[in-house]
């Protein structure tokens, strides 16, 4: 399908070709030389649609050019780019507040450019405490920095930058034993995601959460929840971890936050919302004035129109619509954050097949595939989607049967 105005001067393999030779090849080769995006949909170079079921990695919550956004971006910059943080604006602290009110508790925000930025914030601040070691989940991705690299757990990431720095404990997800015999009076945090992304999306015991925050109770430990992945609405909740009824000390959180606009937020709660003073941490960008009124457009937005319900009732019709396929062992995830666990490892076969057929999907590890799309999705779309894949999988049982 083309649209009209597409770039037709140069084929995408051209732009690959350019690609290649200016940017480093820290991603591989680009799967798409991507032009346009609208709603859930966007459309590559050479005119080809696509219905992103990934959203950017749980980032567009809104999908693309939503009009909320455009209209909160282009007004603030033209009221108001940028100041530096000897000062404030006003859409930055009517986020903070917001984000107090969502979260259910009394706090101190922090705001970052990313992902990845608010763990560092958040882990200088456990070593305010006075302990330096950290007890982290087995499968973890918390970020790239040389910090959050240290927290992250999987072993191509980190070995060729070892050493990294931290005193850090492994446990194996979800176990709550593991956590209680590694939690003494020395640990600073244990730092836990509520629904693990990278490693394929994979969901806990229902009083693991609970548990960790009396085994943190207990020893006088901070509990560190990691959201970035999977907050602001992409479960069906404000936050992932709120079901389980947990207040935790620090949330970290990035991704659907700007709706594509590059923001962060380090979160600490109670007590631990005084751990960083003056002078001990900072930032150029963090909290700019068009990246917090992008994301109070966000947020508006999602209350507004309901998305937390249409998240909710969405990924429920996506998951029944796949889990009782032959290939499928099962499916994972609440909302739009959706894991997909496969018989057989071919998840790249059926992730290649997705895009060539006009779907964006993930396949985060051999046997699993991950859906993260935009909140806004509809059960339209998402109906067409689920009969798309189905006859891939049904193509891809064919194939490991042959």
């Known amino acids: 399908m083309t649209f009209e105005g597409a770039p037709q001067e140069r084929t995408g393999q051209e732009w690959i070709e350019r690609y290649q030779g200016a940017l480093m090849n820290t991603f591989g080769t680009p799967q798409r030389v991507l032009v346009r995006g609208e709603g859930p949909y966007v459309w590559d170079v050479d005119g080809n649609r696509y219905l992103d079921l990934l959203g950017g990695i749980a980032v567009n919550a809104l999908g693309h050019a939503h009009p909320a956004v455009l209209d909160a971006v282009t007004t603030q910059l033209s009221t108001l780019g940028h100041v530096s943080n000897f000062f404030t604006s006003t859409p930055q602290i009517e986020l903070a507040e917001k984000l107090l009110e969502l ?30 070691t950290i007890v982290v989940a087995e499968g973890s991705f ?10 992250t757990s999987k072993e191509a990431y980190r070995a060729p930058f070892e050493p990294l720095p931290g005193d850090v404990r492994w446990v194996p997800y979800g176990d709550t034993a593991a956590l209680e015999a590694a939690v003494d009076d020395t640990v600073a945090a244990v730092l836990l995601e509520p629904i693990q992304g990278e490693a394929g999306v994979i969901v806990p015991p229902d009083d693991y ?9 207990e020893h006088g430990a901070l509990l560190w929840i990691d959201e970035v992945q999977t907050g602001i609405g992409r479960t069906g909740d404000w936050f992932a971890h709120q079901p389980s009824g947990v207040t935790p000390d620090l949330v970290t959180v990035a991704k659907g936050l700007g709706g594509g606009i590059p923001i962060g937020a380090f979160i600490a709660l109670g007590d631990a919302g005084t751990l960083l003073q003056p002078g001990n941490h900072g930032t150029t960008f963090g909290g700019n004035p068009v990246a917090t009124a992008a994301s109070r457009a966000v947020l508006n937005t999602i209350e507004k129109d309901g998305l937390l319900a ?48 006009g779907l964006i999907i993930n396949n985060p590890t051999p ?16 109906d067409g989607a689920v009969k798309t894949l189905r006859t891939l999988l049904d193509e891809a049982e064919a194939s490991t049967a042959s």
């Open 310 to 357: 249409n998240a909710s009732v969405v990924g429920d019709l996506i998951r029944s619509g796949l889990d009782d396929h032959p290939l499928v062992v099962e499916t994972t995830g609440r909302g739009l954050l959706i894991g997909v666990v496969l018989t057989h490892p071919v998840s790249a076969d059926i992730q290649q097949a997705a895009l060539d057929a």
């Open 209 to 217: 959460l609970p548990a960790a925050r009396r085994i943190t109770t």
């Open 142 to 151: 918390h970020g790239r920095t040389m910090g959050a690299l240290a927290l």
């Open 367 to 382: 046997d699993r595939l991950r859906l993260a799309p935009p909140l806004i999705l509809t059960t339209d779309q998402a």
């Open 103 to 132: 979260i259910g508790a009394d706090g101190r925000v922090f705001f970052t450019s990313s992902g990845t930025e608010a763990t560092e914030a958040a882990f200088k601040a456990t070593r305010r405490s006075g302990r330096t």
